[in-house]
């Protein structure tokens, strides 16, 4: 079978290639600011839990701590092998787990939880069912929630999975990135095929119901066939759903990255060459693309809600619960509810002085307006559905698309001419080529992008 991206012109790619987010949010996390305080998150968690608003719970639980440094890394992490910064870390989370649980009305439930990090398989069992039994006695979670954890299949052992299955999690992600061992040396992070291998099959003996892989396509050494034989190793292992992210080296953001040799990146040609290949070869190997960087199984729900027109993005990228208030715990998770985002300290000493002060250890945030909810609106479907329904839009929003949107129908233009996107009376439709330049199709709704990127350069490049 096909591809249904062999006939995409991906040469054209090239030109669209710049700067610019990835929507996990919108307004994009460089507009949180700290005019947006503890005080002003605690009123909105209040005010969320007024008698009536009765909106589902997301919970997302951050743990930073790793073992090693992947040099690619992006995520808010630490390094450390020091057990006793673990204990700290957990009597603070439990802290700040009490003071949120405590406003939150009882009759609350809990669709979906997650784990992320930094790695929170650093976690010993003992303290992932410590912790994991400390959040079901503080949460109602439904028995059909989705209970996820990111795990890392170095230094784990299968206690580690029974721990979780023991407090719930039924599914997994797991970071594989490239199975080449000279990719592997050159970003430092020693996992041989086998011992990816013995973890999935673990986590299928102990029930995990999804698993997700986690590769990365743009890391020093890639080859076309060395990641060839990466991504059909993924095939024939079956998980659910596969995320193959685009590397962003960033390194004025993440400093750690300057460990990569920039001349061992493949260039932007080879990247398109690997990401068109992966693609047919995910495509061809019975996944179906959601967009951006994930695929998933035709019969996997991430897929059904794309066709039922419920899917959503969140931090974690796409998500199958829309309409949950997502409480993020830990240091520098976000919390966002209908018109705000908040987002804990960036640094565990301020995290842990605002919780001994017995605050929230809200750093910054984002009271959203009118304008960004619509735009928001927009934005999602368009990434989600991979198309709009103009009439429904100006219907929700009271407004006058065509001339509310001047601007950005203007910037759209090129898409059109490019036979990337197609606009009829009514519809905004993403073409199969457009789907690779969602997050440049998307720029052209963001209001803040133009004076963002006349500061500092903070997004990583689109292809
Ligand atoms: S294990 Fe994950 S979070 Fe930790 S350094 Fe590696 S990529 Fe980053």
Redesign the pocket.
């Known amino acids: 079978m096909g591809s249904p991206f062999s006939q995409v012109d991906f040469d054209l790619l090239k030109k669209y290639d710049r700067p610019g987010p990835r929507y996990t949010s919108y307004p994009t996390a460089p507009l949180f600011n700290d005019a947006f305080t503890s005080e002003d998150y605690r009123s909105e968690i209040l005010a969320t839990n007024a008698p009536g608003s009765t909106a589902d719970l997301s919970l997302y639980f951050h743990f930073p701590f790793?073992d090693t440094?992947?040099y690619?890394?992006g995520?808010t992490?630490l390094?450390t092998r020091d057990r006793r910064r673990v204990e700290e870390y957990l009597r603070y989370l439990k802290r700040e787990i009490d003071m949120v649980a405590s406003s939150l009305g009882k009759d609350r439930r809990v669709v979906q939880l997650h784990w992320g990090?930094?790695?929170p398989t650093h976690l010993f069992p003992e303290q992932i069912r410590d912790i994991g039994l400390f959040i079901r006695s503080r949460f109602p979670i439904t028995p059909d929630a989705e209970i996820s954890v990111e795990i890392?299949p170095r230094e784990l052992r299968r206690e580690h999975l029974e721990a979780l299955r023991d407090v719930g999690f039924n599914r997994m992600s797991m970071?594989v990135q490239d199975l080449d061992p000279a990719v592997q040396e050159a970003v430092n992070?020693i996992q041989p095929e086998a011992m990816t291998g013995q973890v999935y099959r673990w986590a299928r003996e102990l029930g995990f119901t999804s698993v997700n892989m986690d590769l990365i396509y743009g890391l020093p050494f890639q080859t076309l066939e060395g990641f060839d034989e990466t991504v059909r190793t993924v095939i024939d292992y079956a998980p659910e759903r596969i995320a193959v992210f685009n590397y962003a080296h960033v390194p004025w953001l993440k400093p750690h990255q300057k460990l990569i040799n920039e001349s061992d990146l493949p260039t932007p040609e080879q990247k398109l060459a690997l990401l068109r290949q992966t693609i047919e070869l995910f495509c061809s190997g019975g996944y179906e693309y959601i967009g951006l960087d994930h695929f998933a199984k035709p019969d996997d729900e991430l897929a059904i809600a794309q066709k039922q027109r419920t899917l959503y993005r969140n931090f974690q990228g796409y998500s199958t619960r829309a309409g949950a208030d997502l409480y993020g715990f830990g240091m520098s998770s976000i919390s966002h509810f209908q018109t705000c985002y908040a987002q804990n300290e960036k640094a565990l000493p301020e995290y842990y002085r605002a919780l001994d002060e017995d605050r929230l250890a809200t750093h910054v945030g984002y009271r959203m307006t009118d304008d960004d909810r619509l735009r928001k609106h927009v934005i999602m479907r368009l990434m989600c559905d991979l198309e709009l329904n103009v009439s429904a839009v100006e219907r929700q929003f009271g407004i006058e698309f065509d001339s509310y949107f001047t601007s950005s129908l203007g910037a759209l233009e090129r898409f059109v001419d490019d036979g990337l996107v197609a606009i009829s009376p009514g519809q905004i439709a993403i073409q199969r080529g457009g789907r690779l330049l969602l997050r440049n199709i998307a720029m052209c709704f963001d209001a803040y992008l133009d004076a963002m990127m006349k500061t500092k350069p903070v997004f990583s490049r689109t292809v």
């Open positions: 790793c440094l992947c690619f890394c995520c992490m390094v990090g930094g790695t890392d970071g992070r």
